[in-house]
C-alpha cells in the first residue's frame, strides 16, 4: 500500500512539471492566411481568365464553370497578398490543374501560347 501511494504522488508531481514546462506560442504574423469570400474583382476577373482560356481552346459550358471556379479561387489566394512562396506555389497549383483538366491537344495549343499560359496561371 505504501508502494502504491508512493508511486501515485511521484506521478502527480512528474505531471506536474510537465505540465510547467509546455511553452505557449502566440500565432505571428507570418500564419498563412486563407482565401477570402469571392469578392465581385475576383469573380470579374476569373470570368476574364475564362474569356482569355476561351479564345485559345474550346470550352463546354461545364469546362467553362470548372475553370470559373479554379480562377476566382487563384484570384482570392492571390488577394491576401501571400508570400513569394506561397505565390509560386499558386502559380503551380493553378498550371497543373489546367494541365490535369484540359485534353493533350487543348494543352498543345495553350502551350504553344506561352503568353496567354502565363496569363492565366499567374
Do not use: C, W
Request: zero cysteines; proline letters at 4%.
Amino acid at each position: 500500500m505504501k508502494k502504491i501511494i508512493a508511486f501515485s504522488l511521484i506521478a502527480i508531481g512528474f505531471s506536474f512539471t510537465a505540465n510547467a514546462q509546455k511553452k505557449v506560442v502566440a500565432p505571428s504574423a507570418t500564419v498563412a492566411q486563407t482565401p477570402t469570400a469571392p469578392t465581385k474583382a475576383s469573380e470579374e476577373a476569373a470570368t476574364k481568365d475564362v474569356a482569355t482560356l476561351s479564345k485559345v481552346v474550346t470550352l463546354t459550358e461545364a469546362e467553362k464553370k470548372t475553370y470559373f471556379g479554379l480562377f476566382e479561387y487563384k484570384h482570392r489566394a492571390l488577394s491576401v497578398n501571400p508570400s513569394e512562396e506561397a505565390k509560386k506555389s499558386i502559380y503551380n497549383s493553378i498550371e497543373m490543374k489546367l494541365r490535369a483538366g484540359l485534353s493533350p491537344a487543348q494543352m498543345a495549343k495553350l502551350d504553344a501560347n506561352k503568353k496567354t499560359l502565363h496569363t492565366l496561371t499567374h
